[in-house]
């Protein structure tokens, strides 16, 4: 069904209500009635047990089959453990950024994989004047192009690679942009075996940028560490300097993880 003017309304409505019945559920005594929950929430029952049953089929809520009441599911859980788990990520982050930027004078990211991109989780600007403004915190990138999102995308299983590529495609950013998959995976294995990417012009033009993996406490990547600037600051000469320094830092945060390194 399109959204029409009178259909966006209806559904944050609906939405509010789902997340009233949420708190009312997660008020204290750990399951409700059908009944006590529309008292309280002054819906009538249908509405109650419409939006009820929406919860459920989404696995947030769950029915006692004895008793008939209703009950929050571990999936809260679940969710927060995951947004503690990315402010931890950050905040032990955050000093080694700000290291890496006063070292190598270029624009310092931190950025993980949600909902199959690349997501700036942190960054903080180095000292030179020209700086770059793509990719400000909260934004967003496909993860076939810039140093960071490929880390991200060449630790993933194969079957995941496959997938992304099918649903997302290979769009081009710029001329430099690898929009063919066998060359995006030769890049990948590439990634893996050297453990940085490098990315040239192919995310902006006169951009390039240099990322390292993060592991976790299971040793699984959650993360990438990464500088970006213009590109002559990436010069040839430049480059083993950056990678160890990058590196470095990416190593010094996986420690913080507990990551078995």
Partial sequence: ???????KPYKVHSLERGLDLIEILADG????????LSQKAGFNLSTTHRILNALKSRGYVEQNPETLKYKLTFK????????VRHLNLREEAIPILTDLAEKTGESAYLIILDNDEALCLERIDGRHYIKVLFLQVGGRMP???????????AYLPDEEVDRIIKSKGLPAWTKKSITDPCKLK????????????????????????LGCP???WRGEVCATISIAGISSHFAEDKLPRLIKIVKDAAYELS???NAPL
């Fill in 1 to 7: 069904m399109k959204n029409t003017p009178s259909s």
């Fill in 29 to 36: 005594v750990p399951e409700k009635s059908l009944t006590e």
């Fill in 76 to 83: 809260f859980f679940e969710i927060g453990n995951i947004v």
């Fill in 143 to 153: 993860l076939h192009v810039g140093a960071g999102p490929r880390v991200l995308l």
């Fill in 186 to 209: 030769e890049d990948l294995k590439k990634i893996r075996e050297q453990g940085y990417a490098l990315s040239f012009e192919d995310a902006t033009e006169d951009v390039a940028a």
């Fill in 214 to 216: 993060v592991r976790n």
């Fill in 255 to 257: 420690h913080r993880l």
